[in-house]
Every structure is written in structure tokens, then in C-alpha cells.
């Protein structure tokens, strides 16, 4: 089978679109999310998508199924939050290696059955890694801007227990993703490393992707795009890339800035435009497809999809309007160090 490397030189690849967009469709109640395991729990679990890798697998992998029919090469696992920190807003820490497990074998499942339909056209599953719902970088307090919720071993540890559950799950790729914090992100490149340093185990590709939050053109943590591109280089990620916080139309100079000085491949997955006054994503799946066809016809981009507001349908269109443009060509940098 064609390893992710031989498919990425072959032509431009295609991540699936939103999760968290396509479970809103199913209307879910509280006892949606609690099914029989969690009938009783205290704790209020709507919301908590993650979970549904355990209540409603078969949502889960019918969402991943409806992106690979719309020609998705790389899917994502439901695993946004399913860290032990981020589960601790739901008293659910206990169950991140148990989630992260079932949904690499969700997505697998998934990706199994359409890699056999077209055995030369393989599918790969993403274990997404979120950024979490704490950060290393800023101080929740406004008063005391010296204070920290949580500390770089915490996160890093919490990040290892998810990396072994979406490994051992069976997962493709890594992919830090929506990184708005780039400690954070360290810490979860800390926690690959070592992960598979002491397991033995084959390192699989890294895929990296920030989030430029305003006009600015800086993190939430205050970087630049280049600055964060050499913050996290150290880790020979696959590919690195920009997701969420704004459209493609927004996103377009970064990602140019991104295409001239990664020495690896460079993803972009926008959200869907600009979120309305409802916090609603109108963009139509045709003009996303054009804006993305723009970024691929100027030889920015080697992974595209979609992040909120996207569906299959946006998937479909973006896939049809790259499928004939080749992928960026990696630059050769000079070096700037002795």
C-alpha cells in the first residue's frame, strides 16, 4: 500500500471538515450522550463529544464515513478534548486513554473499509490532539499575570496518556492541532518524543497546525507565523499549517507567508467564512472550494479541508476543485545557521 509520504508527492491531499458541525445535525439530548454506561452519572454530559466514541460510536463513524465518501484522504479522530485535563470540566479524567483507544479504532474501521474499495487510493487516520482548555502561556487571572493553572509536566503528561491511547488504537499520523498556545503545543511535541522513545515503538508523522486568531497575524500567545514555525520545526513534522479562527479569504497571506519558509509540507484547513451574529458559519461549499483552489493553483498548499462550518458537502467541493493541481513543491532553504 501507498505510505502517506508516496500519496503526498502524488498529488494535493484531503483532510475531512468539521466534527463538531456534523454531530450538531443529530440533536442530541443529555440522555444521547449518557446511553446506558453513563444512565446515571452525575455530572451533566451533553456537550461532551468525545464521549459519544463511547455512547454513539456509530454516529462517530458515520460522520467519518460521509467525509471519506466525499474524498477525504486523512480523516480526524473525535479526540479534541479527550485529554485528562480538558475531560476534567466533565469529572470524566479517568476515561482520556479509554476514549482516545476507541476512537483510532473508530476512524480505523472507517478507513479500513474505503482503503479496500480503492486499494490505490489509501486512507489515513489523524489522531487529532486539541490545544486544551488551559494554557502554559497565559495567566487566567488578570490580576496576577504571573499565575498559572497548570504547569508544562502536567500538560505534557496528560498529552502522553493521550498519544498512547490514539497509538495503540491504531492511528496513522499525529496531528497537534487549532494550537492558539505554543507551550503547549512544545508539550505535546515533548510528549511524542518521549512517548516513543521509551515505548519502542515506530515513530508515525507529525502534523502540526496553528491558529493566527485575528488581523493581527499572531497567536492568541502573541508569535508571529514565522516565529512559531521555528518554535516548532525542531519536531520534522510531515506538514504544518494553519486551522479555525478564520475563513479561507482571511487566512490567504498567511498561508502564502507559510509556503515560502516551511521546508516541510504546509496544510490549511479555514472554517467556513466568518461566523454570522448567531455564531453561525454561512459560507457555501463552492466558495470555499474556490478560495482553497486559489491557494492550491498558486502552489501554497499540500493538505486542505475544512475546519468549522464544514461538512462533506464543502469536503466534496474542495477535493473536486484541487483534484487536477499539483501539490507544492517543498522549497530548498538556505541554510541560515553554521
Known amino acids: 500500500m501507498k505510505?502517506?509520504?508516496?500519496?503526498?508527492?502524488?498529488?494535493?491531499?484531503?483532510?475531512d471538515g468539521a466534527m463538531g458541525t456534523m454531530i450538531q445535525r443529530y440533536q442530541l439530548q443529555e440522555s444521547?450522550?449518557?446511553?446506558?454506561?453513563?444512565?446515571?452519572?452525575?455530572?451533566?454530559?451533553?456537550?461532551?463529544?468525545?464521549?459519544?466514541?463511547l455512547t454513539q460510536p456509530h454516529i462517530?463513524?458515520?460522520?467519518?464515513?460521509?467525509?471519506?465518501?466525499?474524498?477525504?484522504?486523512?480523516?480526524?479522530?473525535?479526540?479534541?478534548?479527550?485529554?485528562?485535563?480538558?475531560?476534567?470540566?466533565?469529572?470524566?479524567?479517568?476515561?482520556?486513554?479509554?476514549l482516545n483507544v476507541e476512537a483510532a479504532k473508530i476512524a480505523k474501521r472507517a478507513t479500513a473499509e474505503y482503503t479496500a474499495k480503492t486499494p490505490d487510493k489509501p486512507r489515513f487516520v489523524a489522531g487529532a490532539i486539541g490545544p486544551m482548555n488551559k494554557t502554559l502561556s497565559l495567566s487566567p487571572d488578570v490580576n496576577n499575570p504571573g499565575f498559572r493553572s497548570v504547569?508544562?509536566?502536567?500538560?505534557?503528561?496528560?498529552?502522553?496518556?493521550?498519544?498512547?491511547?490514539l497509538v495503540e488504537g491504531g492511528v496513522d499520523i499525529l496531528l497537534i492541532e487549532t494550537i492558539f498556545d505554543t507551550l503547549?503545543?512544545?508539550?505535546?511535541?515533548?510528549?511524542?518524543k518521549k512517548y516513543f522513545r521509551l515505548s519502542g515503538k515506530p515513530e508515525i508523522p507529525v502534523m502540526i497546525s496553528g491558529t493566527i486568531t485575528d488581523a493581527s497575524g499572531r497567536?492568541?500567545?502573541g508569535q508571529t507565523l514565522e516565529a512559531f514555525y521555528i518554535?516548532?520545526?525542531?519536531?520534522?513534522?510531515?506538514?504544518?499549517?494553519?486551522?479555525?479562527?478564520?475563513?479561507?479569504?482571511?487566512?490567504?497571506?498567511?498561508?502564502?507567508?507559510l509556503s515560502n519558509i516551511a521546508s516541510c509540507y504546509v496544510s490549511c484547513y479555514p472554517n467556513a467564512g466568518l461566523p454570522n451574529a448567531f455564531g453561525e458559519y454561512d459560507e457555501e461549499p463552492e466558495d470555499t472550494a474556490c478560495i482553497i483552489e486559489d491557494f492550491a493553483a498558486s502552489g501554497f498548499v499540500n493538505v486542505v479541508g475544512g475546519?468549522?462550518?464544514?461538512?462533506?458537502?464543502?469536503?466534496r467541493h474542495i477535493a473536486e476543485h484541487v483534484k487536477h493541481i499539483k501539490p507544492r513543491l517543498k522549497p530548498v532553504l538556505a541554510e541560515t545557521l553554521a
Request: hydrophobic share 35%; proline share 3%.
Open 3 to 15: 505510505s502517506l509520504q508516496d500519496c503526498a508527492n502524488e498529488r494535493i491531499l484531503i483532510i
Open 32 to 53: 444521547d450522550y449518557r446511553g446506558t454506561r453513563f444512565a446515571n452519572y452525575p455530572s451533566d454530559l451533553k456537550g461532551n463529544n468525545d464521549l459519544l466514541n
Open 60 to 98: 462517530i463513524e458515520a460522520i467519518h464515513k460521509e467525509y471519506l465518501e466525499a474524498g477525504a484522504d486523512i480523516i480526524e479522530t473525535n479526540t479534541f478534548s479527550s485529554t485528562s485535563i480538558a475531560m476534567a470540566d466533565y469529572d470524566m479524567q479517568e476515561l482520556a486513554y479509554e
Open 151 to 165: 504547569y508544562f509536566d502536567e500538560v505534557a503528561n496528560a498529552y502522553e496518556e493521550q498519544i498512547r491511547g
Open 184 to 192: 503547549n503545543c512544545k508539550a505535546a511535541i515533548y510528549a511524542i
Open 219 to 221: 497567536t492568541l500567545s
Open 231 to 257: 518554535s516548532v520545526m525542531h519536531a520534522n513534522p510531515f506538514s504544518i499549517g494553519l486551522n479555525c479562527a478564520l475563513g479561507g479569504q482571511q487566512m490567504r497571506p498567511y498561508v502564502e507567508e
Open 307 to 315: 475546519c468549522c462550518g464544514t461538512t462533506p458537502d464543502h469536503i
